[in-house]
C-alpha cells in the first residue's frame, strides 16, 4: 500500500468517524459559557439559545457566566476546553474583534483557536446628543464641532463605543474630547445631565429616553437602518459616507470541534432566531437577527480586525 493511499485512507477513517461522532452529538449537557454577569444581553441570548437548543436535543443545556477581563477569562477558558462540542462560547465583537488590537498578550487568537459556529444577531449603535448642542443633524453637528475644537466632549461606557466615536471623528475630522464612563447607563447619565455633550452608544438602554426632549437621537451606526428604529438615518446617509460599525453577538467552539458538530450547531441557530418568538424578542432588544454560516463568520471578523486596527492606533486607544 502506497504512502498517499494510507493518507487517503486515514483521512477517510477520520471522517467517518466525525460523521457519527456528529450522529450522536449531542448525549451529555452543553455549557454555554458567556464572559458577562447575568442579566446583560450576552447572557440573556445564551439563554435565549441554550432554551431553544434544549427543547431540540433534549439534553440540558446550561449557561455558565464567567464574567472578567473584557471576557478574556470566558474566552480562554472555552479555547482550552475539550473539542467536543459540550463546551461553547457565546462572544461578541469586544471579545473577538477588538480584543486582539487592543492587548498584546491576548491568550487566545479568534480565529486559530476558536471554530465559528454563527452571529446570532447584529446591532447598531446610535449617536445622541445634549439638546443643549446647536446641532439638529449629523451634518450640523461636523460642522459646530469643526468650528469650535475641543469644545465637544464624548462620554464611551465601553471600548466598543469608544472605537465607534474615534471612527467617526477620524472620519468627519472632528475634535471631541473623550471622558470615559462605566457602562452604557452612566454614558447616557452622562449626556442627559449634561456633563458631557453627546455618546454613542447601544439602543436598549436609550428606549425610555428616546422619545423625550432630553436627548436628540442624530443616526445609527450601521450601514442600514434599524428596524426598531426606521425612521432614523444612518451616518453615512447623514453625510458621513462609508460609516458602518455595527456590533455583534455570536456562538464560538474550540478550535478542532468536528466539521459535522460545527455545522450542526450552526443550522440549528440559523433556526432558533428564525422562530418568531426569538425574533420578536431579539428586535425588542434592538438586535436584528442573523443566523449566518461559520464561513461568514471568520470573514466578518478578519474584516472588522482590518478595520478596527488603524483605528485604534491612530485614537491611541488601550484596553480598560
Known sequence: MTGLLKRW???A?????????AQT??????????????????????RLLGA?????WGEAVIVENRPGAASIIAAELVAKSPADGYTLLVNATGGMSLNPILYPKLPYDPLKDFEPISMVGVFPLVLVVNPSVPARSVRELVAYARKNPGKLNYSAGSTSFQVATEMFKQMTGTDIRHIPYKGS???????????????IVDTPPLAGHL?????????????????????????AEAGVPGYDMSLWIGLFAPAGTPRPIVAKLSAEVARIVRLPDVR?????????????????????????????????????????
Open 9 to 11: 485512507l486515514g483521512v
Open 13 to 21: 477513517v477520520l471522517c467517518a468517524a466525525a460523521a457519527a461522532q
Open 25 to 46: 452529538w449531542p448525549s451529555k449537557p452543553i455549557r454555554l459559557v458567556v464572559g458577562f454577569p447575568p442579566g446583560g444581553g450576552n447572557d440573556i441570548i445564551a
Open 52 to 56: 431553544k437548543m434544549q427543547q431540540t
Open 185 to 199: 447607563a452612566a454614558s447616557i447619565n452622562a449626556v442627559l445631565a449634561g456633563d458631557v455633550q453627546l455618546t
Open 211 to 235: 422619545q423625550s426632549d432630553r436627548l436628540r437621537a442624530l443616526a445609527v451606526t450601521s450601514a442600514k437602518r434599524a428596524p426598531g428604529l426606521p425612521d432614523l438615518q444612518t451616518l
Open 280 to 320: 420578536d424578542k431579539l428586535v425588542g432588544m434592538g438586535v436584528d437577527p442573523l443566523g449566518n454560516s461559520p464561513e461568514q463568520v471568520a470573514e466578518w471578523i478578519r474584516a472588522e480586525l482590518a478595520r478596527y486596527r488603524p483605528v485604534v492606533r491612530a485614537a491611541n486607544i488601550k484596553a480598560e
